[in-house]
């Protein structure tokens, strides 16, 4: 019997949807527009690719969901979860209160159910002062009943989670279950404020996840379809529905990673630069053995600094509905607005009246697309000029991402690729794929499961060599956990990098492990 996988993402603009085959083979895509609830444009796209593939419907057994769900909710401050955020750290972190340098609209929107509890955690690893447990019983009746998710965030937890895990088992035995309880020491790295953020952060969107998760099954069994569900998650890989509703925060970015792991799939280039042009914007990112190059800075999201793990990407106001104002004297501005998913209607070669990106394109015969007639009596002088500056945005942008002046190979996916030329300046070659314009839904679907960990490890304690076994352990538990096959599962990442600042020898390990999806082997390897 056949199995098939549906792979969708969610774009700003459109709403990319795959059936793959057992050898990842493309059966039917579509591209359908995103619509404002998100939950719509799902459904018509898995609609669509369901009904023009006639295969059975009980053959369809994974059915995987890149989503900007949790984006939108933090942007829009809107459908977030009643949260408690607690940090373990008094006396010493009482100068810099939670929440600090976060907009206000943000802070209005979590509420303000905060707490500083003595506790912690000093950098090598000893109790700051032993943790008040008779404090985090009075916040936990305090606020039973009133939130029903808390964000727990503790002094150097990354070195020693002790206070953090028994903080939850009181918060769990007071408020039941059924309470969502973040970790800080399973989301952030060393760096207290901005951990701080992303933790609550995450618990702050645990309920978006969940009613993302269920309406996707939903959709999956109106259509008579029972599939095992995966969310993409930003470093590349897949993750399982529970373990999407307790970490939601990692999917946040996951559209890009998906076209980064989609265009090293179709090429079968595992180092390259990939630029991923949507209707709206156009994602540059780099592959490092088949995996999106992870970020090294504080990364912002909603106008809280944070600083969990998160592709390295720069995102540039250039895509296939981008909006293109030429002035009087000749000058032009390019975006960074764009008509979006409204092109076929306010495109200029579609019968509209706004000048695009993809009207400059079919003007000057690099692109045929609509009626060509419509933009016959723009001015073609001007317009390869404006050509020019759109190939030179993506070009700077290529630059900035390469880290040495040498040529490296370009992959262009994205629906709006089609607007770039053959050759670019620091392209080695360019590779246009086929299937590109859905290369995100085909990363979605094609991913391997992964688990990550990032500790400090005092060296002086356990030695180099125990402290690296240790490490992948946990990674590939992870893994596991995330719904990956327990005897498949590769290392594909680890940094050691030693803490010169901080005594025992400390250095501070990062490991992935990724692997196949349990009960299914992936005919790829990485």
């Known amino acids: 019997m056949s199995i098939y996988r549906i792979g969708i993402d969610v774009g700003g603009t459109h709403t990319d949807a795959v059936l793959l085959d057992e050898n990842n083979q493309v059966i039917s895509e579509t591209k359908s527009p995103t619509t404002e609830d998100v939950a719509t444009g799902i459904y018509t796209a898995m609609k669509k690719i369901i009904g023009d593939a006639s295969v059975p419907r009980e053959q369809i057994k994974y059915a995987m969901l890149g989503t900007t769900h949790c984006t939108n909710a933090i942007v829009e401050r809107k459908r977030l979860n009643n949260i408690a955020a607690i940090r373990i750290g008094a006396p010493a972190t009482t100068a810099v209160k939670p929440l600090v340098g976060v907009p206000d609209d943000l802070r209005e929107a979590l509420g303000t159910h905060i707490y500083l509890v003595r506790g912690g955690h000093e950098f090598n690893g000893r109790e700051i002062v032993s943790l008040d447990e008779e404090h985090l019983y009075q916040i936990a009746e305090e606020i039973k009943g009133k939130v029903d998710s808390v964000a727990i965030t503790s002094v150097f937890s990354p070195v020693s989670q002790a206070h953090e895990t028994r903080a939850s088992e009181i918060i769990r035995e007071v408020l039941g279950e059924n309470v969502a309880v973040s970790l800080s020491s399973e989301i952030g790295s060393v760096g207290l404020l901005e951990r701080e953020n992303a933790t609550i952060i995450n618990a702050a969107v645990v309920n978006v996840a969940k009613t993302a998760a269920d309406g996707f099954i939903q959709a999956l069994n109106n259509e008579g379809i029972n599939a095992r569900v995966f969310f993409g998650q930003n470093d590349g890989t897949l993750m399982s529905v529970e373990y999407a509703?307790?970490?939601?925060?990692?999917?946040?970015?996951?559209?890009?990673?998906?076209?980064?792991?989609?265009?090293?799939?179709?090429?079968?280039?595992?180092?390259?630069?990939?630029?991923?042009?949507?209707?709206?914007?156009?994602?540059?990112?780099?592959?490092?053995?088949?995996?999106?190059?992870?970020?090294?800075?504080?990364?912002?999201?909603?106008?809280?600094?944070?600083?969990?793990?998160?592709?390295?990407l720069i995102s540039i106001g250039l895509g296939g509905g981008t909006i293109v104002r030429i002035q009087e004297n000749g000058d032009f501005t390019i975006g960074p607005d764009s008509v979006g998913y409204r092109l076929p209607e306010k495109a200029l070669i579609f019968g509209g009246d706004t000048l695009t990106t993809t009207d400059v394109a079919v003007a000057l015969g690099k692109v045929n697309l609509g009626e060509s007639s419509k933009?016959?009596?723009?001015?073609?002088?001007?317009?390869?000029?404006?050509?020019?500056?759109?190939?030179?945005?993506?070009?700077?942008?290529?630059?900035?991402?390469?880290?040495?002046?040498?040529?490296?190979?370009?992959?262009?996916?994205?629906?709006?690729?089609?607007?770039?030329?053959?050759?670019?300046?620091?392209?080695?070659?360019?590779?246009?794929?086929?299937?590109?314009?859905?290369?995100?839904?085909?990363?979605?679907?094609?991913?391997?499961?992964?688990?990550?960990?990032?500790?400090?490890?005092?060296?002086?304690?356990?030695?180099?060599?125990?402290?690296?076994?240790?490490?992948?352990?946990?990674?590939?538990?992870?893994?596991?956990?995330?719904?990956?096959?327990?005897?498949?599962?590769?290392?594909?990442?680890?940094?050691?990098?030693?803490?010169?600042?901080?005594?025992?020898?400390?250095?501070?390990?990062?490991?992935?492990?990724?692997?196949?999806?349990?009960?299914?082997?992936?005919?790829?390897?990485?």
Do not use: W
Not at 276 to 284: E, K
């Open 245 to 312: 509703v307790k970490y939601p925060i990692f999917t946040i970015a996951c559209g890009p990673t998906n076209s980064l792991r989609g265009a090293s799939y179709l090429t079968k280039s595992s180092n390259a630069i990939v630029v991923d042009v949507g209707g709206t914007t156009s994602d540059v990112g780099v592959l490092i053995q088949s995996f999106p190059r992870e970020s090294s800075l504080a990364v912002e999201i909603g106008g809280a600094r944070t600083n969990f793990r998160m592709p390295d």
């Open 375 to 526: 933009v016959s009596h723009l001015d073609k002088d001007l317009l390869n000029k404006v050509y020019v500056k759109m190939v030179e945005m993506v070009e700077e942008a290529i630059d900035k991402m390469k880290t040495s002046a040498e040529d490296v190979p370009v992959i262009l996916v994205g629906g709006g690729s089609i607007l770039l030329p053959e050759q670019l300046k620091g392209a080695s070659e360019v590779i246009r794929p086929r299937h590109s314009g859905v290369a995100n839904a085909i990363g979605a679907a094609i991913s391997q499961v992964s688990g990550q960990v990032e500790r400090i490890y005092k060296l002086d304690e356990f030695g180099r060599d125990t402290a690296l076994e240790m490490a992948k352990d946990e990674a590939k538990e992870e893994a596991i956990k995330a719904g990956a096959d327990p005897d498949n599962l590769v290392i594909v990442d680890i940094e050691d990098v030693p803490l010169a600042y901080l005594p025992g020898n400390a250095t501070r390990i990062r490991v992935k492990a990724a692997g196949e999806l349990s009960q299914f082997k992936v005919k790829e390897t990485i």
